[in-house]
């Protein structure tokens, strides 16, 4: 095991909630700048290209996933650092590696191991990959402090395995009755099979938690992989959390423009790559959504983009005035972003500047924000109120 150094106020920031201009929605006005808020980051320490931080459910303990395939436990009130054994192999390159860890709260206070998820990029043949999701057993020894994951199984294959190293996607989240599990699925890079049923690139599904699929999906009475999916028309999500009102919502990478958060219903096609607020990367348009398209349209838009790496819905009290709000990890735009939510619209409503690179965000039991930084000598940084 190791320690990370944790220098008292290493950092100290204060930052404006910046007025946002970006929401590109034709007639809509820019976002109204919040009051100041004071934030104190304070660094904790150190990680090789952290993809993905969640707290375990009822301890202060928080799982990190390294890209290159590595899965650390930190205990946040010591800075002990546990190495976590029996983890997959993972495919690792370009924005393929280790992706997302999640657990289930109901375990909170479970002492015999828990649950534990884990999604990652998995090679096939002929150079092609696709994500995958697992699901195990995390067991942690108190007398050697020794962790690890016990009879992990492959629940879910992203199918088709293709070419390429992007756009996995790879979230997990789980239905707030627990009932069902969502995964973000990717484009891949591909474009058109988003909008092709015969595949899950480009879509959401739904899987009951052990990976089995349910009879009650929108397509299920159609041949697999069209049952597992619940939404499609989707291009590179990175965020999915779930509202207040029990609400799935997901944040997504736009092209060159026209990243989305959007409300995420059953059946619904999103219209990547028929319809976007960006463009191609070469430049070729692509036609903004109208009216009449077909296609749900996303609640909050974004061009310049902010390049989201994660996204939670905010419940804590340290924050009082974000209750409710989502909370954007900012690549890019090296930023918390905060959107507020009225019925199905959202507002961009406050932007707190770092100095780097934003991958993933997650709440810590007593109202915290932990964010962990992009890249080889990713930062994870405690944010509390002062």
């Known amino acids: 095991m190791t320690y990370i150094s944790k220098a008292p106020l290493a950092l100290s920031l204060s930052t404006l909630a910046l007025a946002s201009c970006a929401n590109a929605e034709a007639g809509d006005s820019a976002a109204a700048a919040s009051a ?5 980051i304070e660094p904790m320490g150190e990680f090789d290209r952290p993809w993905a931080i969640e707290f375990i459910p009822g301890s202060d303990t928080l799982a990190i996933t390294e890209k290159a395939g590595t899965l650390k436990l ?55 990959r696709g994500a995958a999701v697992g699901r195990g057993t995390l067991v942690c020894n108190e007398d050697t402090d020794a962790c690890a994951i016990n009879d992990l199984k492959v629940i879910w294959r992203q199918g088709p395995k293709v070419t390429g ?49 349910p009879t009650d ?6 041949i697999e992989p069209n049952d597992e999916i619940w939404s499609y028309g989707h291009r590179n999500i990175l965020g999915m959390d779930w509202d207040a ?47 009449d398209d077909g296609f749900n349209k996303p609640a909050i838009h974004w061009t310049p983009v902010i390049a989201p790496g994660d996204m939670i819905f905010y419940t804590g009290d340290m924050f009082g005035a974000w209750k409710g709000d989502a909370l954007i990890a900012g690549l890019s735009s090296q ?39 992009d890249g080889p000598e990713g930062r994870i940084l405690k944010v509390s109120a002062q």
Do not use: C
């Not at 100041?36 to 104190?40: A, G, I």
């Not at 058109?192 to 089995?212: H, K, M, Y």
């Not at 707190?352 to 993933?360: T, V």
């Open 36 to 40: 100041e808020v004071e934030l104190n």
């Open 74 to 128: 930190m205990k946040t009130g010591t800075g002990e650092v546990t190495t976590v054994s029996g983890v997959p192999e993972v495919d690792y390159g370009g924005q393929g590696g280790f992706g997302d860890v999640a657990f289930l709260p109901s375990e909170a206070n479970r002492e015999d191991g828990r649950t534990i998820y884990l999604s990652w990029a998995e090679a096939g043949e002929n150079d092609t």
């Open 165 to 213: 190293k992007g756009h996995y996607s790879h979230r997990i989240t789980f239905s707030p009755d627990e009932k069902y599990m969502f995964i973000a699925s990717g484009d891949r890079q591909k474009l058109e099979p988003a909008q092709d049923r015969t595949n899950t690139l480009g879509s959401i599904v739904r899987l009951f938690p052990d990976g089995t699929i």
């Open 217 to 222: 999906n929108p397509m299920a009475d159609e």
């Open 245 to 291: 009102q029990g609400r799935l919502w997901d944040m997504e990478h736009g092209p060159a423009g026209g990243d989305e958060l959007n409300l995420v219903e059953a059946g619904a096609n999103y219209g990547w790559p028929t319809r976007s607020y960006g463009k191609h990367y070469n430049g070729d348009p692509i036609p903004d959504h109208s009216a």
């Open 335 to 373: 930023a918390i972003v905060r959107v507020s939510i009225d019925g199905e619209k959202a507002t961009e409503t406050g932007r707190y500047a770092f100095d780097g690179r934003l991958r993933s965000i997650d709440e810590a039991p007593d109202g915290s924000i932990w964010v962990a930084e």
